[in-house]
């Protein structure tokens, strides 16, 4: 019988390093998940931070390709107007060169060479 009293003891102490043990996993698991949690959080934090950034630099870029369609379309406008201005220019160039050819004519048809 002196044994089975042993072998009870044991069997508590047994059962109780168990519990502790079970109890010291069970509070280092809650430790482990509230570091978790706060870094899940800062990482959260940083994402929204990133998502914010993200949205302040696709507002600039929106700003700058209005700005840049501007203009273009501006150059475009001087460009055919230069363009129709030296159309002109150049019409009436060749409207004086036949003139002149014309004119060449005329005074080498009057002069006997």
């Known amino acids: 019988m002196g044994i089975r009293k042993e072998d009870t003891k044991k069997d508590s102490a047994t059962k109780k390093d168990l519990q502790n043990f079970q109890e010291e996993i069970i509070h280092q698991f809650h430790l482990i998940s509230e ?3 706060d870094q899940i959080k800062l ?4 994402h929204t931070g ?4 993200l949205d302040r630099v696709e507002t600039r870029l929106d700003q700058m390709e209005k700005e840049n369609e501007r203009q ?3 150059t475009r406008a ?5 363009f129709s201005e030296l159309d002109k220019r150049l019409s009436n160039l ?3 060169v036949r003139e002149i050819q014309e ?3 005329q005074v080498e048809a009057r002069l006997p060479i």
């Open 78 to 82: 001087l460009v055919k107007l230069s």
């Open 35 to 37: 570091g978790l949690i």
């Open 72 to 74: 273009h379309l501006e």
């Open 94 to 96: 060749e409207s004086q």
């Open 103 to 105: 004119w060449k004519k």
């Open 50 to 53: 990133i998502i914010q950034k």
């Open 43 to 46: 990482l959260a934090e940083g």
